[in-house]
């Protein structure tokens, strides 16, 4: 059974570039979710899809963030026009509704983004 | 509102030592969730333990047991005889039923055990 899945494990780039972040959940896990975390801080909520419907973005998502779901399977996250203020660690978790899990969230080894 | 405090940025034990990590949490909700993960320099977040607003019962788990008191709105964590496997960030996190898309993490503990 494979954990959750990302990458690039890091990223430099240059500002005003724009990436692309990959997350392919715990293949049963139907919730999948976006943290991102700086040096010093706990993760914080970015955005919350069920299945292929994005249903909660934070306002941390501002409108150069997208992310997608398209097939309820893999997400993507994609940062336009990067800013310095973009570096940090984007977290996948994923989790599912079953008895035995409850609301447990299980994360990837994160991405590391760096805006030069 | 919902808010997790950890006061201890960071603490620094002797190997072997018990050491106790401190996590203090708000919510007006009567059903909630709270978690313990550790993250390792490697980065990934590594569930440890969930508990529900139902259960109170503290728990041991080899050298790892938590305290979970309602009264005081605190889930402390307490490692056994440390190792320097041990050393880590520590986040405690916590999640309502009526927000349960949402993880509120605090903002850490990074623990240091020195042989």
């Known amino acids: 059974d494979t954990g959750v899945s990302q990458n690039p494990r890091h990223k430099i780039t240059k500002r005003g570039q724009n990436v692309t972040f990959r997350c392919d959940p715990i293949?049963?896990?139907?919730?999948l979710y976006w943290y991102r975390q700086t040096l010093g801080q706990g993760p914080e909520f970015l955005t919350y899809?069920?299945?292929?419907?994005?249903?909660?973005k934070s306002r941390l998502l501002s409108d150069r963030f997208s992310a997608e779901r398209p097939k309820g399977s893999f997400s993507t996250l994609e940062i336009q026009r990067t800013e310095q203020g973009d570096s940090a660690m984007y977290l996948c978790?994923?989790?599912?509704?079953?008895?035995?899990?409850?609301?447990?969230?299980?994360f990837g080894e994160g991405s590391w983004l760096t805006v030069v | 509102a919902q808010k997790v405090t950890q006061a201890q940025t960071e603490i620094s034990v002797v190997e072997k030592e018990d050491v106790t990590l401190d996590c203090v949490y708000e919510?007006?909700?009567?059903?909630?969730?709270l978690f313990w993960y550790k993250q390792p320099p490697s980065g990934e977040l590594v569930f440890l333990i969930r508990?529900?607003?139902?259960?109170?019962q503290n728990e041991i788990s080899g050298r790892y047991s938590w305290n979970f008191q309602k009264s005081t709105s605190s889930f402390n964590f307490t490692i056994t005889a440390s190792q320097v496997v041990d050393s880590a960030v520590y986040f405690c996190?916590?999640?309502?039923?009526?927000?349960?898309?949402?993880?509120?993490f605090g903002t850490g503990t990074s623990l240091t055990v020195i042989p």
């Open positions: 978790a994923s989790s599912s509704r079953t008895v035995s899990s409850g609301n447990t969230i299980y």
């Open positions: 293949s049963e896990h139907n919730r």
């Open positions: 899809f069920q299945n292929e419907a994005q249903l909660e």
């Open positions: 919510t007006r909700d009567t059903t909630y969730y």
């Open positions: 508990r529900n607003s139902f259960d109170e």
């Open positions: 996190a916590l999640s309502d039923e009526n927000t349960g898309n949402q993880f509120y």
